[in-house]
């Protein structure tokens, strides 16, 4: 007994009544991905001649058990594709579901002879009709490299199917071909010809029936993907970034992550009372914020829920990368998400900044020697700049950088010297040669963006390859000399991963865990800047001031980490078209939010 009430009935009416209404997606994408199994199956292997419903067949047209086995096939195959967007409760996915299991259901009873599968096939409809609710989730922004994946994927498991095709019918082979021979029958008959293979009686005609669907079935897709309509991702209108200045001009200095929330490849929502906002990209279903909510702190849970509602909406991963501990107490609060330490950020006070002592030692060295050598350093306002000479800077940084991707996200503007972001602060090392470059004695640069009226964050650093080392090094010095003239009393330099695991990890009496775990970074550091940031951001003997990942649950940590690794730039998988085949440029989507908004103020 349980409150007076029998367990047993208790268990018996939530049987009755089926699974919540919000586990019902994930219950069908896996009922989903089953029935597509059993209709691959249906279509790939022979049917039984024995079966009661084979006299039926008999009366059935001839052509008629092939291009069921096909449409078997070819159901079963999008099925499974569909699984995920059903997960996803995506409202496309549930049409197109709808739509297929029928075909489903008839290919099997045609062909198989099975009330059974068609049954299962059939039974899939209800819940899908009667929680249609459920399935509401908007489209994702859409990138050309999911044709690219579709035709990779999509053809190797056709050749795999398709082998299992040409070999389940042992029986009506004509001798014993190879498996080079079956292999060279399969892609012939993905392009609709006859190979070198041959059956007895009209298995030959099946055969090249669903070989020739698989083919049709990839080059489809495939099609579809690379030349349907553009759903593009948000992108910040002048509008928005008009708002998001005013935001910064009065809260600015709570976050130095606060400038690149100017991002142009970002969106935004606002709070209703649009005194907070919150910005973002989405990156392969991840809808990623970076910061701290803009704005007046007690107006962040309002632009928080916006971002939340944005996120069902589309059945996107919400997370945030790189918030303050402020930051993440006010996510997880108004979230119920969690949070985790990432790394962090590194700080300098300029009152307290000097290169004297043992602990700078190394800094001063190399800066003295830099400018022995005969470099030295301007700071400047970036309205300051002509417009000659910011071209050319604009020209270096673009030709320095190390990847033919631009990288950043969180900590990146993404351009220099734009009209709007004149208090920026550009520090450069010159140089004259006797054979100068393509710049002049331009030899390497500091972008700086402003954080608050009294703080700078480092944005990018860019330099010659064939300048000597330690610009960066003497770079810094001299934008944290520099600063107090531009009433600068704070800079904030790179983000470090895991820079506690580091630290403490190579201290006395670390334990055998964190070693391991500080070993395991080591490694990683040898493809990602993780060691390398920490030891260059701790010469400056900065104060660390803790980042975090907020997210949703533990299992979306590996999704998240790679979308991150996307937007950082680390992972590139975008597939441009030929420009011959580009569509012409679409105007900026905005989020649904910001569209109810603007509707009611021009109503």
């Given at each position: 007994m349980s409150g007076g009430v029998p367990i047993r009935s208790t268990r018996l009416r939530r049987a009755l009544h089926g699974p919540r209404p919000e586990a019902v997606p994930v219950l069908v994408a896996r009922a989903a991905a089953l029935v597509g199994l059993l209709d691959i199956a249906a279509g790939v292997f022979p049917r039984f001649r024995h079966s009661r419903m084979h006299t039926m067949a008999e009366v059935l047209p001839g052509a008629l058990g092939p291009f069921a086995a096909a449409l078997s096939l070819s159901t079963g195959v999008?099925?499974?594709?569909?699984?995920?967007g059903l997960r996803r409760r995506k409202r496309r996915a549930w049409r197109a579901a709808v739509a297929l299991l029928p075909a489903?259901?008839?290919?099997?009873?045609?062909?198989?002879?099975?009330?059974?599968?068609?049954?299962?096939?059939?039974?899939?409809?209800?819940?899908?009709?009667?929680?249609?609710?459920?399935?509401?989730?908007?489209?994702?922004p859409r990138s050309r490299w999911r044709a690219l994946a579709n035709f990779v994927l999509m053809g190797a498991g056709s050749l795999v199917l398709g082998l299992i095709i040409v070999s389940v019918?042992?029986?009506?082979?004509?001798?014993?071909?190879?498996?080079?021979?079956?292999?060279?029958?399969?892609l012939y008959g993905l392009f609709g010809f006859e190979g070198p293979v041959d059956y007895q009686g009209d298995t030959s005609w099946t055969v090249g029936v669903s070989l020739g669907?698989?083919?049709?079935?990839?080059?489809?897709?495939?099609?579809?993907?690379?030349?349907?309509?553009?759903?593009?991702?948000?992108?910040?209108?002048?509008?928005?970034?008009?708002?998001?200045?005013?935001?910064?001009?009065?809260?600015?200095?709570?976050?130095?992550l606060g400038h690149f929330a100017l991002r142009r490849d970002k969106a935004v929502v606002f709070s209703p009372s649009g005194k907070a906002a919150v910005?973002?990209?989405?990156?392969?279903?991840?809808?990623?914020?970076?910061?701290?909510?803009?704005?007046?702190?007690?107006?962040?849970?309002?632009?928080?829920?916006?971002?939340?509602?944005?996120?069902?909406?589309?059945?996107?991963?919400?997370?945030v990368m790189g918030c303050s501990e402020t930051g993440g107490e006010v996510w997880t609060r108004e979230t119920g998400l969690d949070a985790l330490e990432l790394g962090?950020?590194?700080?300098?006070?300029?009152?307290?900044f000097s290169l004297a002592g043992r602990a700078m030692r190394n800094v001063r060295q190399m800066v003295k020697r830099i400018e022995r050598a005969g470099y030295e350093t301007r700071v400047r306002r970036v309205r300051d700049l002509g417009e000659t000479e910011l071209e050319r800077v604009r020209q270096a940084a673009e030709d320095w950088r190390g990847t033919d991707t631009e990288r950043?996200?969180?900590?990146?503007?993404?351009?220099?010297?734009?009209?709007?972001?004149?208090?920026?602060?550009?520090?450069?090392?010159?140089?004259?040669?006797?054979?100068?470059?393509?710049?002049?004695?331009?030899?390497?640069?500091?972008?700086?963006?402003?954080?608050?009226?009294?703080?700078?964050?480092?944005?990018?650093?860019?330099?010659?390859?064939?300048?000597?080392?330690?610009?960066?090094?003497?770079?810094?010095v001299a934008a944290l000399q520099a600063a107090p003239k531009f009433d600068i009393t704070r800079v904030s330099l790179n983000f470090a991963m895991f820079r506690s695991a580091l630290a403490r990890g190579e201290k006395i009496g670390a334990g055998p865990v964190l070693r391991a775990w500080r070993g395991l970074l080591v490694f990683l550091s040898r493809w990602f800047q993780i060691e390398s940031l920490y030891k260059f951001n701790a010469k400056f003997q900065p104060r660390w001031e803790p980042r975090f990942v907020v997210y949703r649950a533990s299992g979306d940590l590996p999704r998240i980490g790679f979308a991150a690794m996307q937007a950082e730039g680390f992972v590139n998988l975008a597939l441009p078209l030929p420009r011959f085949l580009r569509r012409r440029s679409h105007t900026a989507r905005t989020c649904a939010h910001a569209v109810a908004e603007r509707d009611v103020r021009a109503a």
């Open positions: 999008l099925l499974l594709l569909l699984a995920h489903g259901a008839l290919a099997q009873f045609t062909y198989r002879h099975s009330l059974v599968g068609a049954a299962i096939s059939l039974a899939l409809l209800v819940p899908l009709v009667r929680h249609r609710d459920q399935f509401r989730a908007l489209p994702d019918h042992p029986n009506r082979l004509v001798g014993d071909p190879s498996l080079a021979d079956r292999i060279t029958h399969v669907a698989l083919g049709l079935l990839t080059a489809i897709t495939t099609i579809y993907l690379a030349f349907r309509p553009e759903h593009p991702a948000a992108q910040l209108t002048e509008e928005d970034e008009s708002r998001l200045r005013a935001l910064l001009a009065k809260h600015g200095g709570r976050d130095s910005t973002y990209r989405v990156v392969s279903g991840v809808m990623l914020a970076s910061g701290d909510p803009i704005g007046d702190v007690e107006a962040w849970p309002g632009a928080i829920e916006r971002f939340m509602d944005e996120a069902k909406a589309h059945s996107w991963t919400p997370a962090d950020e590194a700080v300098v006070d300029v009152a307290d950043g996200f969180s900590m990146a503007l993404g351009r220099i010297g734009d009209l709007a972001d004149g208090d920026c602060l550009i520090a450069t090392a010159h140089k004259a040669d006797d054979q100068p470059g393509p710049y002049g004695d331009l030899k390497a640069i500091l972008h700086f963006v402003p954080w608050g009226t009294d703080g700078a964050s480092l944005d990018l650093m860019r330099r010659d390859r064939s300048a000597d080392p330690g610009m960066n090094e003497l770079l810094i």
